[in-house]
Each structure stands twice: as structure tokens, then as C-alpha cells.
């Protein structure tokens, strides 16, 4: 992200966004509060920031956040360039607080979306099976796009979670299972992991989006995470597929750099209707 930070951003000409893409101001989902620099920095929840996650699940998510969580988000520095026919923003972001927020995917509607193209009795591999939040970090938001006329258009939106080289409080868990009976169940699973995520990705697309990913480590659930597991992140980063998401939260997600990009003071998720269960839960603390 380069240096430069604008309090007012440059002039330019009225544009609208393209693509019949409505902008999420009478929905019902939370609101994000984006200011735009350190003097006038507010703080969002990690419930809301977060809520990204429901909205790009192609399945249902249970919801757990940690007891008395203190975990807030919010915009630290902000930075825009404006050219005949593209744009770039970006803003810098800080995440703090204790405590933890885990979006846990249902198996039986990762497995079912997923099986489709397997050939018989071939191992159902690298199936999303939570998101979790958890410590402090910066990270940032790019948002690009092309400009025709006076038409603004959102083609790519990437949050970045180790901003200043501090390490991502963003982690994935992943599995597989192998068939039995001609059957694919969660509780067939094997090599499950733990991914620490950089960055996740958001393209324009009319149909079938899906998201990028790119990750720092990996290591088994089994094991703590150490020097090789970001070897075998870095050469993992190659075999890592987009993950499939949800077309409206691909959608919002573009809806939300349109926001940045205009220094919208805030922002309204539309529902997410696949949150199946939200429950708040104790800290429990590994046993070394």
C-alpha cells in the first residue's frame, strides 16, 4: 500500500456504479462506520466487520463469538488515485481487542456443494470448514476499477490482513474426506489444517464467483505452528483453488469498495439468511 494518504480526495466527475448492483442502504444487515483517518478514527465491532463471512458462505455458518469479546475494527489512513479511465483506493485498517469470532461453515452443505465432479471413491479435499478472528494486526482494503464515461466500476476488492508485517489474526481451518459406502460425512474427515490468511480476494463476476486466497502458513491441527508451516504456506499459495462464495456477498463486497472509493462515512451489509446459530462461548486456553 503506498504512503500517500489524501484528508480530501482529488476532484473528479459524478459517476454512478455499474452493473445493477444496489448499494445496501435499506437493508436490514449491520453498519460499518468508515472514517477515513487517525484524528477521526472510530471503532467498528468484529461482529460487524465480519459479517462479510455469512454473506459469501454458500452454505449455512454457525456464528461463535468469545465471552465479553472487546475485539473492534476500524479505518486508520485512507489514500485515492483517479485517472481517465481506472481508479485505486485504499485504506488501512486496525484490529484490536481480546477475545475471538469464529464463522464455522455447515459440512453437510460444503461437502454436498463440492462432490459433484468427483470420480468414484476419489478423497473430497480442502473443504472450508471455519474463518476465526482472533488478536491484533493491521491490514488494509484495495479496491480498483475501471472508469467509462462517468461510470465507475468496481472489478476487484482485496483485504489484506498483514499490513506493516505484522502477522494476520486470521485463520482458516481446512479438511478432507474420503468416501465410504459411496458416502462423503464430516465425520470421515482427515488432514485437517489450520491456514493463516493474508489476503482473501473479491473479482467482479456475472455468475459462479469465487474468492481468492492467499495464505502465510499452514500446519496440522495437531501441531503449532512454526517456521515450516510458512515454507509449506508459500508453496501451498500454487495449489490453493478460489473458494466458491455466495453471489450477493460478492456483490456487497465490491458494493463495499464503491463505498471506500466514494469516502462514504458508512456502510450497510444487506441480511445475511444463512446464519444458522449465533452462540458466544468461553475461552479455553491450549494445555501446554
Known sequence: MPDRCYSNPPSEAPSKQEGGISDSTDSNGPTLILNYSKETFKKNPILAFAYFIPLISPALVNREISVNNEQQEGIISYER?????????????ELSGKGFHKNTFDSAGMIARNTGDLKEGEPLTNILDYIKFEGDG??????????TGSTQTVTEVDICFNARDRKSPVTIGL??????NGQYKYENRYNEIIARVDTLAFRKSEKNPRMGIEIASIHKKTEDENFWGTIKGLIANFFIKPLEVDKLGNDTMLNFGYAILKEKP??????????????????YHKQK
Open 138 to 147: 493491521v491490514g488494509f482494503i484495495e479496491v480498483r476499477g475501471t472508469i
Open 81 to 93: 488515485t483517479v485517472t481517465s479511465n481506472s481508479f485505486y483506493a485504499a485504506c488501512e485498517f
Open 175 to 180: 479438511y478432507s474426506v474420503k468416501p465410504q
Open 266 to 283: 458508512a456502510f450497510t451489509f444487506p441480511k445475511a439468511k444463512n446464519i444458522k446459530d449465533n452462540r458466544i462461548v468461553a475461552i
